[in-house]
């Protein structure tokens, strides 16, 4: 892991060590089972009911649009993930994005938004418990909550396991609801379909939203993630289009076996269905189904929510002592016993408007992801590389901030202005604590400066993402990738013939290779008299052999309007250059193999000539080349 640190009056790149390092246990199905879990609890043993009141039987097409509308922010979130593998989610991609100061308050209110919904899940728990026992439901949830911590603890690659079991046992008994009871429907029940309208179905849509909200949990987890650049976005879409449709089909067999003015007035819905076309044991199953439903959406919220802290502690903004895990298990185990800490307070206080809250920041957390995204792509940083990229951008993304905006709009002034309220304080602790302790660069900088054409003089966004992608994909780092990062550049303004370019190259080559300037400029000149070293229209490698031993050395250059080599027909574009001794022939040979791989990729000469400065035209060449996988 690597952060920025504020050390001795500046800022600088370090590796943040072992302390905070999480292991990479969780692979397709795990990841499937912790967003299809967090999905899968209110939003249809409770809402279906109240979503008919307001729309009928096209209640079940609003769950429709509403999976539609998520899937704006799952195909933000899982590009996100792919290129930013990293704990905190969308509080990580918020303060690279849009700065630290936005981020501070942005992981704050995530966490305690997440921790919050997961308790009122676990008290969600209370219209189905009575079916079965007679205990309170607080000491069942504080009991459960507690199960939660220890397992965490003990492990991810353990809680996942348990989120398996509830989620695939949820999955069957939800399938058997479709299965049995949709032979029970009455075509009378379900027509006319719209009775309300169009304008109650599009409404009802941004009601059942919240239903979607917990499926974004799962990029917190990003890494602990295998190969998370595959798996995430693989296991978020299958998550998201799986419990669309078993919400769309489930509401719509509930309204089709139970009268209208029942469903209306029911808090158990699937309850109440599964007893009219299965009796009183299809009943208690469905209960159990509800139960098993709160309890993976609690857990898989607590194994998201106590991963921002984490991200937050390596970025410096609050203690470090939140980023502590276990030696053995490598689970960051004071951040899990502080987020169910804050899980049971809210549990003690039953305060029910914090469930709106809790919403309203869902959905501004696939508002922030949409934006990310457009912002993250909008400014160019060549380091920016997802390996899943959202289709149709940025239509998609677009859509989605309007959409939610929409929808943040209907819940109330008042949870607005609790939202509001916690970012102020947000940025009142950055103020005070975070801003002393770290640096960190924005995308959003990167684009302000795009456009308005100013240079910037840190690259530190580029440089973390550098580390992250070499992570992400396993790549080692070589000599010759070594060499690039060090490698003088020559960013040519204007049209200059070659002679005037060798004596720049042997300006900048004279320190490196500890050699006279004039020698330098007499043996390319030399060696470019023997034969030309333009390779191919628009690209030169020219390579000389100086005196001495073990001296090498690379130098990029870059002239969009062209350097004119003699025997050329066209100017050059692109010119690297090579020296060393004698007796660095081999690693010579395997240096301009290397060079020529990453020329020869896709979209090379695009990227090499539209590159925003020097730091983005070595990061170019080094991630052109194959993989050098550990």
């Known amino acids: ?29 795990d990841v499937f089972s912790i967003a299809a879990g967090a999905m899968i609890s209110s939003g249809i043993f409770i809402l279906p009911g109240l979503a008919h009141s307001q729309a009928g039987p096209a209640a079940a097409f609003s769950y429709l649009l509403a999976g539609c509308l998520a899937a704006t922010g799952v195909l933000s979130q899982a590009e996100l993930a792919s290129a930013m593998p990293r704990a905190g989610g969308t509080y990580f991609y918020i303060t690279r994005t849009l700065g630290p ?48 911590v220890v397992l965490n603890i003990l492990g991810v690659r353990e ?29 009378d029940k379900i027509l006319p379909f719209v009775p309300k309208g169009w304008k109650a179905v599009f409404s009802t849509a941004g009601f059942v939203f919240v239903s979607y909200g917990g499926i974004l949990k799962v990029a917190a987890l990003a890494e602990e993630v295998r190969d998370p650049g595959k ?37 158990t819905p699937l309850y109440d269905g599964a007893v009219q076309f299965f009796g009183k044991p299809g009943g208690i199953l469905m209960a159990i189904a509800a139960i098993l439903a709160f309890v993976s959406t609690a857990n898989a919220g607590i194994m998201a929510a106590s991963r921002y802290p984490v991200a937050m502690a390596r970025d410096r903004l609050i203690p470090p002592f939140f980023s502590r895990v276990r030696k053995k298990k490598r689970t960051p185990y004071i951040s899990i016993i502080i987020t169910g800490t804050i899980m049971i307070a809210v549990l003690l206080l039953g305060i029910e408007s914090l469930v ?94 795009r456009i308005s054409s100013v240079k910037l003089t840190r690259n530190l ?83 000389i052999i100086v005196p001495g031993e073990k001296k090498f050395a690379i130098l990029l250059g870059r002239a969009k309007e062209g350097i004119i080599f003699p025997d050329s027909p066209e100017p050059v574009n692109i010119a690297i250059v090579m020296a060393g001794t004698r007796d660095e022939r081999n690693f010579y040979l395997k240096a301009l193999a290397a060079t020529v791989e990453a020329v020869n990729s896709t979209k090379f000469e695009k990227d090499w000539l539209t590159a925003r400065d020097e730091h983005s035209l070595k990061d170019i060449i080094i991630f052109a080349r194959e993989r050098r996988f550990v």
């Open 159 to 187: 809680a996942a396991k348990f989120q398996v079991t509830l989620v695939t046992g949820l999955l069957l008994l939800m399938v058997f609801y479709f299965i049995a009871g949709a032979p029970a429907m009455e075509a």
């Open 231 to 267: 798996t995430i976005p693989t296991a978020m879409l299958l998550a998201l289009i799986c419990i669309t449709i078993l919400y769309t089909l489930v509401v719509l067999v509930t309204a089709g076996v139970l009268e209208g003015s029942v469903l209306d007035a029911s808090l």
């Open 356 to 449: 709106k809250f809790a919403s309203t920041i869902l959905i501004l957390t696939f508002m922030f992801d949409n934006m990310n995204v457009i912002i993250m792509r909008e400014s160019r940083i060549y380091n920016y590389l997802p390996q899943f990229k959202s289709p149709f951008y940025p239509w998609v993304q677009i859509a989605g901030i309007i959409g939610c905006g929409l929808l943040i709009i209907e819940i109330g002034i008042l949870h607005i202005g609790m939202s509001l309220g916690t970012v102020l304080l947000g940025y009142v602790w950055y103020f005070f604590y975070g801003r002393l302790r770290t640096a960190r660069d924005s995308a959003l900088a990167r684009l302000l400066a």
């Open 461 to 543: 966004l580029e440089t973390e993402l550098r580390h992250i992608i070499r992570e992400r994909d396993g790549i080692v780092a070589d000599r010759y990738d070594e060499l690039i990062e060090s490698a003088p550049v020559l960013d040519i303004q204007g049209q200059i013939s070659m002679e005037e370019f060798f004596h720049r190259v042997a300006e900048k080559l004279e320190r490196p290779l500890k050699e006279n300037r004039d020698k330098i400029f007499e043996l390319l000149m030399e060696r470019e008299q023997e034969s030309t070293t333009v390779i191919h229209p628009g690209l030169a490698i020219p390579h």
């Open 1 to 29: 892991m690597f952060a920025f640190y504020y050390v001795k009056g500046k800022f600088v790149f370090m590796e943040t060590g072992k302390s905070s390092h999480l292991k990479r246990k969780l692979g397709t199905f």
């Open 101 to 148: 100061g936005v981020g501070t308050s942005a992981g704050i209110l995530l966490w305690l938004s997440l921790a919050a919904k997961s308790s009122f899940a676990l008290l969600g728990m209370a219209v189905f418990t009575q079916f079965i026992t007679s205990i309170d439901i607080q000491y069942i949830a504080m009991g459960f909550t507690v199960i939660f």
